[in-house]
């Protein structure tokens, strides 16, 4: 095959997937989101990818790493597709196979995420075949050019004429290409056939292939990007928008004047919605419509529960600031946040069930089959472990968990914040693992003391002189009680701590540093309210979070 033919035939494979691709997403507009083959086999990915990895996409894209994941997919997916529109030049049957195994992927990938029904096998199916249609059209069909290794030499070649059963005849355009390497090619030299037609000979096929790929493409976006759009449409935002929170039976403590400082790099003392960190397993933000929700407290119950969405607001909803942290989080890094979280106390619900005794562990479980284990005691201790409806004063945010989600401070997420919560499953650590558990994540997940440097930042330029050191500590449910600062490993200094709201927040502190000319390391460390001193030592963050100082180097001129 000359590098030409490689090329259209590449061109060709890559067309019918981005047909198979396109043509699915309106059917999943139907059966779901979260069955368009992209999406599904994204989230088998997500499921199936070693915890390393997943913590490398984190590290490198941050919370963009579900858009690199859908790109990396798609860009392998046209690599292969390229690859099979090459195979299917030769032998047609190979593409079609090809296509087959994708096609069968992408169902076995939408039927296998949690909560699918059969109809989620559709998207791929029909993706499937108009993919095969596409690929059968340009190899061998009616828009296939005279380039193929079997496609005989046109009548104007100079090796012989033509064939019946190819194509312009009759018969030519539905016939089987195996069948077609009956015609004598071998006859001439390669360099000749190439040569002899295709370049000079069939211009008008090669447009016509051409124009194919330019309308099926376009035609492919114009389905996969609708598609995209009427989904996103059948969304719940405009459930969510009017949702009206009732009134807390207890309002939230009013934050202390002075818990700001209100400093240009310090993160505010409440994180606004929208800066609010993301972390979750979803590719797709499930869509949950507060109507049908349904919250099902049971397993090992004495008395199993119930509830509609209508039913939690009907109790009386406490409103708590706490601060939301993430494992995953790097020493210094971000994925933490502090808000208003309004709902309705665990404790209450879990007293009315009526756990059986040994049941010493909680299953909180999403619509999209993602869980958390969160230990029954904690839940019961009597510290405001909520399943929060509102957020800073709003209905949760859809990729927040929208209608309702678990929030317990003092745990981390991955233990203990279930968004789009509809089940809690009373059951024991020794007879259940929760997701990340045997990923390589510890079932306990109490948060570690940690303390963060948010200004100055790391390698910014600063004039000598004072200059304002800060930043945020957090040990939520103990409490801080202090918070130090060294330079160049110097003697540890007593910073000012901001008030705090609850021990269930992080805190503010200040440092004022008489800054000298040269390269300077700035480093903070926290003790919590029961004395204890976060360690020096770096851990990673798995497989309970990660330990160390955080360290920020500065130039001073
Ligand atoms: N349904 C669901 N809930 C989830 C997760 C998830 O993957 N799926 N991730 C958890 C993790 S690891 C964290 S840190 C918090 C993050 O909550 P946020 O995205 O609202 O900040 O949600 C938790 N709840
Ligand atoms: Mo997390």
Partial sequence: ????????????????????VGAAEPVAVLTGPRSAPLIAVGGLVVDLVPESLKHFAISLFGTHDKIALLIGTGVLLAAFAALLGVLAARRFWIGLAGIAAFAALGVVAALTRPGADPAAALPALVGGGLGALTLWAFVAGPLAPDLWPWSPPTPAGPARPAEPGERGTPAGGGAAPEGRPVAPAPVAPVGVRAAGRGEETDPEGRRRFLRGVGVLAGAAAVAGLGGHWLAGRRGVSAARHAVTLPTPSAAAPAVPAGADLSLAQLAPYVTPNSGFYRIDTALVVPQVDPATWRLRIHGRVRNPIELSFADLLARPLVERYMTLACVSNEVGGDLIGNARWLGVPIKELLDEADPEEGADQVVGRSVDGWTCGTPTAVLRD??????????????????????????????????????????????????????????????????????????????????AGPVTVAGVAWAQHRGIRGVEVRVDSGPWQPATLAPAVSVDTWVQWSWRWDATPGEHALQVRATDADGVTQPGKRSPVAPDGATGWHTVRVTVR
Avoid at 3 to 10: K, W
């Fill in 382 to 463: 009597g510290r405001d472990a909520l399943l929060a409806v509102g957020m800073n004063g709003e209905p949760l945010p859809v990729a927040h968990g929208f209608p309702v989600r678990m929030v317990v401070p003092g745990l981390y997420g991955y233990v203990s914040a279930c968004k789009w919560v509809t089940e809690l499953e009373l059951t024991s650590f020794a007879d259940f693992d929760a997701y990340w558990v045997p990923r390589g994540w510890s079932a306990q997940g109490p948060i570690k003391t940690q303390s963060r440097i948010d200004a100055p930042r790391p390698r910014n330029r600063l004039t």
């Fill in 1 to 20: 095959m000359s590098s030409m033919s490689r090329g259209y035939a590449a061109l060709a494979g890559v067309t019918a997937a981005a047909v198979a």
